[in-house]
């Protein structure tokens, strides 16, 4: 597929995404049923697998979205009968209006980080497992840059969680496009949750030794 045509399916789901999440629904629950008939086409359009706004296809840049207000709020679905629970890395597991990190077209490394994130929807796993999950190699970071490249969902978290980050993608420049992830509180070992995500610089990462593999829920 030409680079061009790539380009243009990513700006058309992102557009639409962040367009659509900037709805104030009456019902925050129906946040993913709302959008699924508009997914549902895109899937074919696309000709891949997805689910909560994330695809196969573009998989690192569908989970390269950040929050647009001080703070995203946490959408309770365990009342909502008949609801599969919504990942975490999902945008529609939150209320409030997101963008999508602006990593450039051309100059990004994708592949070589293709075994930190395995997509839900790998050929020889189940696509009904519930909850759904990522596999990830999660890594140890230095410390959290301050500034506008950080962007945790929820910022009070800081206070009592400890981080640690997902690679999705990195830049010659050494910048790297992460996710920052946190242990599940009360749940299994290595099982952890999306943060936020951030834009690292190489020194911010431990990168000397090697990552853990755990599952993100």
């Known amino acids: 597929m030409p680079n061009y045509v790539k380009g ?8 639409l995404f962040e367009r659509y999440s900037k709805l104030a629904l009456t ?20 000709k891949t697998k ?20 001080p703070i995203l709020k946490r959408i309770d679905f365990s009342k909502k009968k008949g609801q599969e629970a919504v990942p975490s890395w999902s945008w529609m597991a ?7 990190t602006g990593a450039p077209f051309g100059g990004v490394e994708w592949d070589m980080w293709d075994q930190e994130i395995v997509s839900p929807w790998k050929p020889g796993k189940e696509d009904n497992k519930t909850p759904l999950e990522l596999e990830v190699i999660v890594r140890d970071i ?8 950080v962007f945790l969902d929820e910022p009070r978290l800081k206070d009592d969680r400890s981080f640690k980050c997902v690679i999705v993608g990195s830049r010659k420049d050494q910048v790297y496009y992460t ?34 593999k755990a599952r993100l829920r």
Do not use: C
């Open 50 to 69: 997805g689910k909560f706004g994330i695809f196969e296809l573009y998989l690192r840049r569908s989970l390269l979205w950040e929050r647009v207000q």
């Open 8 to 15: 243009e399916q990513i700006v058309l789901f992102q557009e």
């Open 94 to 100: 939150y209320n409030g209006e997101i963008r999508y």
């Open 142 to 149: 230095t410390t959290i840059p301050s500034g506008r490249q």
């Open 27 to 46: 019902v925050a629950t129906d946040r993913p049923v709302a959008i699924r008939g508009l997914e549902n086409r895109l899937i074919r359009v696309l």
């Open 179 to 212: 996710m920052i992830v946190t242990p599940l509180v009360g749940g299994e070992a290595n099982v952890y949750e999306r943060a936020g995500v951030a834009s690292m610089n190489k020194h911010h990462i431990v990168l000397d030794k090697p990552g853990t």
